[in-house]
């Protein structure tokens, strides 16, 4: 594993696409390790995806300690990002001591949201590993939007993204921008952009694990599930429900036994 996040440039270097997906559990930790994840993202989407949150906003700095520290255990091989939660990150020193927090319970290197300069430049002069985050931005948008359709909000885009390198980030998420703008901005930056909703321009993507293993209840237009686990998760539970009540399950294989004589001698104590 990389240890540290600059080292992904050479990725881009490379022309080599750099794979991120998030993961919020030991087993899936342990699963996205397997199938050879460049980046394990503790997003704080495991707000409303794993922990039923109405918002991402609701995410706390100790949930996201208690995931990223289940993750680490099962991926201690893969680089990890943990997502700042919300408000978390409002000076350069709350940030800091958040951070460290974040990477004492396991994180390699933190994400936060928007063109944070003078909280960025700081983590990095600590030695703390930043991928910055822009385009559209759950902690603080209204609703998802793709980002950067007029100019002006394309301009912003290019600018926000130079900005975050030159604060010394090492990585940079683009979510929910148009192909073509995330494509000539990642041109412009020597750091590796992370799409998500963003097209093939960028030098990596995202993904969240529920919408890529069909686990998620909703889809989305950026996401493709490659597997159906929802509904085979379902199927299989009807089953198991279905056996125990015409009881087929469990059989005499499913149990451990003793013989008769045993219970004629337990029933005469
Ligand atoms: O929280 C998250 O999962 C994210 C990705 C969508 C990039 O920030």
New binding site residues.
């Given amino acids: 594993m990389p240890k540290k996040l600059s080292a992904f440039k050479e990725y881009k270097e490379r022309q080599q696409p750099i794979c991120m997906l998030?993961c919020y559990s030991f087993p899936t930790a342990q699963i996205v390790e397997a199938a050879g994840v460049d980046i394990a993202?503790v997003?704080?989407?495991l707000g409303t995806t794993f922990l039923g949150y109405a918002s991402?906003k609701d995410v706390t700095l100790d949930d996201m300690r208690y995931h990223v520290a289940a993750v680490k255990r099962g991926c201690a091989h893969t680089y990890t990002i943990a997502?700042m939660p919300y408000q978390t990150y409002t000076n350069k020193e709350q940030a800091l001591s958040n951070a460290l927090l974040l990477i004492d319970a396991g994180a390699d290197g933190i994400?936060l949201e928007g063109a944070e300069t003078e909280v960025i430049a700081y983590l990095c002069e600590k030695e703390i590993d930043v991928c910055g985050?822009i385009g559209y931005l759950p902690q603080t948008a209204e609703a998802p939007k793709v980002v950067g359709k007029e100019i002006e909000a394309a301009r912003q885009a290019l600018a926000d993204a130079k900005a975050v390198e030159a604060a010394g980030a090492d990585m940079i998420?683009f979510?929910l921008m148009p192909k073509e703008l995330s494509a000539y901005i990642s041109e412009q930056l020597s750091i590796p952009s992370i799409g998500?909703g963003a097209g093939q321009g960028c030098d990596g993507q995202?993904q969240?694990l529920d919408d890529l293993l069909g686990l998620s209840e909703r889809t989305f237009k950026h996401a493709r599930p490659y597997a159906r686990h929802r509904s085979n998760a379902i199927a299989g539970i009807r089953q198991y429900c279905e056996d125990v009540r015409d009881k087929t399950f469990p059989t005499d294989e499913n149990a451990s036994h003793v013989d008769d004589a045993f219970i004629e001698e337990l029933k005469n104590t």
Avoid: A, F, P
């Fill in positions: 998030t993202l997003g704080d989407s991402t997502d994400k985050h998420v979510e998500i995202v969240v």
